[in-house]
């Protein structure tokens, strides 16, 4: 009986040595990592995949498309102003009806409106935060951030507060108007702004104030102002000047398919 080792079977040489596993493995190895680098390769199509700037990040993208919207904004401000000083030189309505539209306009929240005002602004907790008080557990993430329901909760309270015409951040709020956020970010009306979030409102100080201070969701934000840390601040103003809503006023709804 021949020894083991001389002995034919998987993995023989034809000089009758043994590969070592060692080696397999080896010759493995580098065959794998040529296949990598050829698909790399061929993806990459000479491009650098880390860092080429043609690939822009998703968020470039959105800051990219909410600047442009401002841009449309004021291009559109500017033509419908254009376009109401053509329409009063040109028509022959009464005085009677020239106010009742004047009055339509400050309802719609498409003019300029001017008077006393109050200003909130809400803003995260810093990215360390504790609790402050005791018998409250540790933040999570989720704690230390503005959420859409507590920019809508100061909105709604302000307009319940008697509110002759909200801003939120540079822009005014109309009866179709959306606040929206996703992620840490607020998107309104096709523009994208980061925290702080700055909320003004026209009307009685002290009226606003009281109706901020009712509210049952705002109570429930300022539990988190206490005990961990959420920006709220609110101001009084003498005199402010909201924008006239510069937007589009086209309804967009879904539409059912076939």
């Not at 822009?171 to 523009?191: D, F, K, M, P």
Request: aromatic share 6%; net charge negative; with cysteine.
């Amino acid at each position: 009986m021949s020894n083991s080792a001389d002995s034919p079977g998987t993995g023989s040489s034809p000089g009758g040595r043994r590969l070592r596993p060692v080696r397999v493995l080896t010759v493995a190895v580098f065959a794998l990592a040529g296949l990598i680098f050829f698909t790399s390769f061929n993806t990459a199509k000479g491009t650098n995949i880390r860092t080429d700037t043609s690939l822009l990040k998703l968020s470039d993208l959105i800051q990219e498309r909410s600047r442009k919207n401002g841009e449309l904004d004021e291009s559109n401000a500017a033509l419908r102003d254009e376009m109401e000083a053509l329409a009063e030189r040109d028509n022959g309505s009464t005085a009677a009806e020239e106010k009742k539209l004047a009055e339509l306009e400050k309802s719609a929240g498409t003019q300029k409106l001017t008077g006393e005002a109050i200003s909130v602004t809400l803003n995260d907790a810093p990215p360390d935060a504790t609790a402050r008080l005791p018998g409250y557990p540790e933040p999570q993430p989720d704690y230390l951030v503005i959420h859409q329901q507590d920019l809508q909760a100061v909105v709604n309270a302000l307009w319940q507060g008697g509110a002759k015409g909200i801003k939120v951040m540079d822009q005014r709020l109309i009866s179709t108007s959306a606040v929206r956020c996703v992620g840490n970010t607020l998107i309104l009306q096709g523009r994208v702004y980061s925290p702080p979030y700055k909320i003004t409102a026209v009307g009685d100080p002290e009226r606003l104030k009281k109706a901020l201070s009712a509210s049952p969701a705002i109570q429930n934000y300022m539990v988190y102002v206490n005990v961990y840390g959420l920006g709220w601040k609110v101001e009084e103003h003498d005199e402010v000047t909201l924008p006239g809503y510069s937007g589009a006023v086209d309804l967009h709804y879904a539409e059912p398919v076939g």
